[in-house]
């Protein structure tokens, strides 16, 4: 059954400010345990549109032991949504009062430098950046089972993205 519509809005010079309330908080949560974090998806693209949901991206030690992480972060409001031990160990929380996926990776995981290297291709060259939102904006006219559905949709225009950023070493 296909139900679900996904909304792409306009870039929205917010976005940053959003992630950086939440590093904030991130931050203040974790302390020495955040080893990296970093604002990743299509909010983080200057003059890309996106579902505008900010996602983030948090390097910890073991995204597994949740025990050295999570109570802290729900103690400040974020909520685990699932958790995908079969893929990088994987967890994603949602945000208190902001739509937010923040996505929980250990410290060495292959899918944290995929995700950076994409991002920092689409923001250093527009090309591929207005090529991925025409993509993106046609595959929003449908409507999708999923969510998972709709990214998954994205897949061939994303890997063939990436596989130039990973070739070039971004």
Excluded at 46 to 75: C, F, H, M, Q, R
Aim: some cysteine; proline content about 4%; charged content about 30%.
């Amino acid at each position: 059954m296909n139900n679900v519509r996904i909304r792409l809005a306009e870039y929205d010079p917010a976005w940053p400010a959003l992630f950086d309330r939440e590093a904030v908080r991130i931050r203040a949560a974790l302390g020495v345990r955040v080893l990296q974090l970093e604002h990743t998806g299509s909010t983080s693209v200057t003059g890309l549109s996106a579902k505008p949901v900010i996602d983030l991206l948090l390097v910890v030690d073991s995204s597994a032991n949740e025990d050295a992480y999570l109570p802290s972060l729900e103690a400040v409001g974020y909520a685990l949504k699932f958790r995908e031990p079969e893929w990088y160990e994987h967890r994603l929380l949602k945000g208190p009062d902001t739509d937010v996926n923040l996505h929980v990776f250990s410290m060495g995981c292959e899918e944290v430098r995929r995700i950076l290297a994409f991002r920092d291709w689409l923001r250093a060259h527009p090309d591929d950046r207005d090529r991925y939102e025409r993509i993106k904006r046609a595959l929003v006219r449908e409507s999708w089972a999923s969510v998972d559905d709709y990214a998954r949709a994205k897949s061939e225009i994303v890997e063939e993205v990436l596989s130039r950023a990973l070739e070039h070493n971004i």
